[in-house]
């Protein structure tokens, strides 16, 4: 009896690109999330703590 059987490898499956709307909804966050740096170095320059 063989205690060493091979179990059965699960094929790779290579890349799949992400689906468009992830695409877009990163880059809107991206978008939005450089807008609201800009606009709190703006009140901080402008003295507004």
Known sequence: ???HTESPIPEEQGY???P???VWA???GVVVMILFVIW???QIAGGGL
């Open 26 to 28: 990163a880059r809107v």
């Open 40 to 42: 709190q170095i703006l």
């Open 1 to 3: 009896m063989d205690e």
């Open 16 to 18: 799949t690109p992400r």
């Open 20 to 22: 468009a709307w992830q």
